[in-house]
Structures are given as C-alpha cells and as structure tokens.
C-alpha cells in the first residue's frame, strides 16, 4: 500500500480532491492532513471523510524535529502540499528526498516565491496582460517554488477574466491534474 501525506493551510478543495480520487484506490491511501492552521476549512472537510488531522504550530514546524518524526512514523511514500503556504524546513527536504511535492496556481518560474500564492498570484496574472496561466507541480527544495517541475498545464486568459475567474480556471486545472500526477508518481516509485 501507498501512502500520501498531504499539507495544507486553508481552504482544502485540493486535498478533497484528492482524497476522493484515491478512496476506491486499493493500492494508495490518504493517511493523514497536516496543517498550520488551528481553524483551516480543510480540517472540517478532514472530519467530514474520516481523515486523521494533526495541527502545528511555527515553533514546532521550524525549532523541533517534531513534525520529522511525525512523518518518519507515517512511513509517506509522498508528501504533498496541497495550498500549503509556510516555507519546507531544511531537516525536511534533507529527509525525504524526491518526496515532497508541491502545486503552485501559476507557470513557474513566473509568479513564484515568498508572498506569492492564491489570490495574490491571480491578481498579479492579471494585471500583466498576460495571454495565458496555469499550474505547475513540482518537487519541493528549501526555497520557494524553485524545485525540478514535474509537469504544467496551462489555460487561456480572456480579457473579460477577473482574478476571481481565473482562480476557478486554475481550480479545475488542479482538479484534473493532481491527482493523476500523483497517482503517476506513486506508480513509478
Ligand atoms: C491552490 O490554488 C494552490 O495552487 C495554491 O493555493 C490554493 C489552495 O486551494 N497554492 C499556492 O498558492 C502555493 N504557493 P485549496 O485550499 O482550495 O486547495
């Protein structure tokens, strides 16, 4: 049996997602949703499917070895971050090489780095007149959004498009692609 370990800071669609396309799946499992954030929505979506869910607070992420020997224990064949929004620790990256994977709602190198996530990133898409956007999945190092793509999907932006429509363009992007991108992954590990 697979197991994925998923990371999350807010909303959760994508860990839903996910969690929905590997329910029947014999061979893989969602074990576990870690997230910084005492009140994310992904935590009542976590007890909603009957998904363990363990909350962490900064000190523990970057001054312990706390969240290491939690994963060391769940024994992941992948890591995924899933809209996770704080920085991987180096103790992390070091431990799980090749193993932690991250999506970001834009075509990096474009729209990446600190500051640079959900919302922010469509309004900066839209502001730049460009002609397209898209997501991109890609293995995690220690500095924002800078680790080997794996794989990228784009889709057209129309004048008429807000930040808030290319936000769901970008959701359905992600929707489609993740979870097959992980399944790609898991299958080839
Ligand atoms: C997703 O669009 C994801 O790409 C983005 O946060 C959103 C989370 O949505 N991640 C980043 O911006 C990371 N830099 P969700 O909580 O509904 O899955």
Not at 11 to 29: L, M, W
Not at 58 to 86: H, M, Q
Not at 133 to 156: L, S
Request: charged share 20%.
């Amino acid at each position: 049996m697979k197991r994925i370990v998923l990371f999350a800071s807010g909303s959760g669609s994508n860990v839903e997602n996910i969690i929905h396309y590997f329910q029947n799946n014999a061979n893989v499992t969602v074990t576990t949703v870690l997230t910084n954030k005492r009140d994310a929505k992904v935590l009542d979506r976590c007890n909603r499917l009957g998904i363990s869910s363990l909350c962490f607070n900064r000190t523990a992420f970057y001054s312990t070895d706390c969240i290491l020997e939690v994963l060391k224990s769940l024994e992941p064949d992948l890591i995924v971050l899933a809209g996770f929004l704080w920085k991987i620790p180096t103790n992390l990256v070091k431990n799980f090489p090749n193993k932690i994977i991250n999506i970001h709602p834009a075509l990096l190198p474009k729209y990446g780095g600190k500051g640079m996530y959900g919302m922010n990133v469509h309004r900066a898409v839209k502001e730049s007149k460009d002609q397209e956007t898209g997501i991109t999945i890609h293995y995690v190092n220690e500095n924002y959004d800078e680790g080997a793509i794996i794989h990228q999907a784009k889709t057209k932006i129309e004048p008429a498009d807000s930040p808030e429509t290319i936000a769901k363009k970008i959701h359905e992007l992600e929707y489609k692609y993740f979870p097959l991108i992980i399944d790609q992954l898991l299958t080839d590990s």
